[in-house]
């Protein structure tokens, strides 16, 4: 169990840091006055910024019981979410050291630690048939 509760502070630390990036982002823009279609398009990144944060958190909460459903729906949607970061702001080189690796980082921690509890939880299920 020690295994999700480690990636499950990753993932929720991971979570907070893109709630907290969604709402500053978010009030930057709301501070310049009408948006125009640009501005606009930045605005709904940034909201999924911070709602994909939110989700984050709730998973995280699963995770560190480690629920299966909650590994794999946290599994497919913040890894989606950073490797889109990574091929395109990260590659394009937007995201300078070290914001650009902050994120994956915990993102990869969290990966690594929740399957490691998602294995050594079926492997124990196993044992006890």
Same mark, same amino acid.
């Given at each position: 169990?020690?295994?999700a509760k480690i990636g499950a502070i990753s993932y929720a630390l991971w979570s907070l840091?893109?709630?907290v990036l969604g709402v500053t982002r978010l009030a930057e823009r709301a501070g310049e006055g009408a948006l125009a279609e640009a501005t606009g398009r930045l605005a709904q990144g940034h909201w999924t910024l911070f709602?994909?944060?939110v989700f984050g958190l709730i998973c995280s909460y699963f995770n560190w019981r480690n629920n299966t459903a909650a590994y794999w729906v946290?599994? $497919?949607i913040i890894?989606?979410?950073d490797i889109g $970061?990574?091929?395109f702001p990260v590659l394009y080189g937007q995201t300078p050291f070290p914001a650009s690796v902050i994120g994956p980082t915990l993102w990869i921690i969290g990966l690594v $630690?929740?399957?490691l509890a998602y294995l050594q939880g079926r492997n124990e299920a196993q044992a006890q048939l």
């Open positions: 169990m020690a295994y840091l893109h709630i709602y994909i944060g946290a599994a $497919f890894s989606a979410e $970061f990574i091929v $630690f929740t399957t």
